[in-house]
């Protein structure tokens, strides 16, 4: 989410596999929700971890 609270879709694919195939298909394509942790440093931010909350 942003300072504002609203959500944030403008971030990049992580580059781990691991974490890439549990946000893409473990995630999504099962229709998972997702929450992100986001690290933000030297205006970058990248995905580096998440947690399965349930299913949709």
Same mark, same amino acid.
């Given at each position: 989410?942003?300072?504002?609270?609203?959500?944030?879709d @403008?971030?990049? *694919?992580?580059?781990? #596999?691991? *974490?890439?195939? +549990?946000?893409?298909?473990?995630?999504?394509? #099962?229709?998972?929700? *997702?929450?992100?942790?986001?690290?933000?440093?030297?205006? #970058? #931010? +990248?995905?580096?971890?998440?947690? @399965?909350?349930?299913?949709?």
């Amino acid at each position: 989410m942003t300072g504002n609270g609203n959500t944030k879709d @403008d971030l990049k *694919l992580p580059t781990h #596999e691991n *974490l890439l195939a +549990q946000v893409t298909w473990d995630g999504f394509a #099962e229709g998972k929700d *997702l929450v992100v942790s986001v690290m933000s440093s030297m205006g #970058e #931010e +990248q995905i580096c971890a998440l947690k @399965d909350i349930g299913p949709k």
